[in-house]
């Protein structure tokens, strides 16, 4: 995962990556199911099958989002923030349900029981366009991608497989699935107009579908390990250990637990040992140096729980065991 954010909050930038995304997907959906039955094309029915799973995926996903932005309320007093995991993966369950199963069996029945193929001039037709509207929807989730990782520093490859913005992910995975569907249907297209068998375009539903299921796995994954509970970056958690310590009466940090609740949003919860001669006033004041200082180096950082503990020399020699 990269690192939690610093300055602006993406959170608007994200939606208008969604926005897009689910428009263009709408408008696709339409076209190749008209462009499916004219042309009968199991690959093309396939593909109005994805284009359907991505617009709910897309519904779903700014559902995520208006709903993790709601501030924490004394029901809910750690904020909404993993709500948008939850919500995330029933958008990766809709494209494992609306899109990949779809295409299997499309392209199962093709294979056994053939098909009537059509014109297939609209299909080509629906395709060229589809292409142009999903490489625009992907650019814009690829923009937003590499902009945040320059901003975290770190490979761009590396902030897509770890990024808590589960929502960018989603778009930029499932607009490069779909190019590479829009790829594959052509093909299929291709290879029954010249050798007038059903065959091909059955194979390329079925690599549809297996496409799909690899984006819902991923997806699914991604967000699921969210829900569970991901800490921020070993690197992060060094640093965070270093801030703590560098705080005047703070001797040591025993336990340092850290959950990220959403892509611009963590918890900090630590065990820390203060100088013994400290005051009740100066372990207080050094709570909220520490928790300051956190919250600058660190804005994701929204809540800090600070326990004073007793370090292990001193329990040691009260007798109590030495691992808090």
Known sequence: MAEPARGKNGGGESTFTVLVAAFANLGIAVA???????????????????????????????????????????????????????????????????????????????????????DPLIAYLVLAVAFLLEGYSLRTGLKQAHGE?????????????????TAVKAVVMEDSAALAGLLLAAGGLLGGQLTGSGVWDGAASLCIGALLLYVAWVLGRSNAEFLIGRPLPRTVRERVRAELVAVEHIEAVLELTTLVQGPREALVAAKVDFRDVATAAQIEWACERAEQRLREEFPAIRRVYLDPTPGFAQRRSEGLNPWP
């Open 149 to 165: 990782a320059r901003r975290y520093r770190v490979p761009f490859g590396r902030y897509l497989r770890r990024t808590p913005d």
């Open 32 to 118: 190749k199911a008209v462009a499916g039955v004219i042309s009968g094309s199991s690959a093309m029915l396939s593909e109005a099958a994805h284009s359907v799973a991505d617009t709910v995926t897309e519904v779903l996903l700014l559902t995520s989002l208006k709903r993790s932005e709601r501030p924490a309320d004394e029901d809910h007093p750690l904020g909404h923030g993993p709500e948008r995991y939850i919500w995330a993966l029933l958008a990766a369950v809709a494209t494992f349900v609306g899109g990949a199963v779809f295409s299997l069996y499309d392209g199962v029945h093709t294979l056994t029981h053939g098909e009537e193929p059509g």
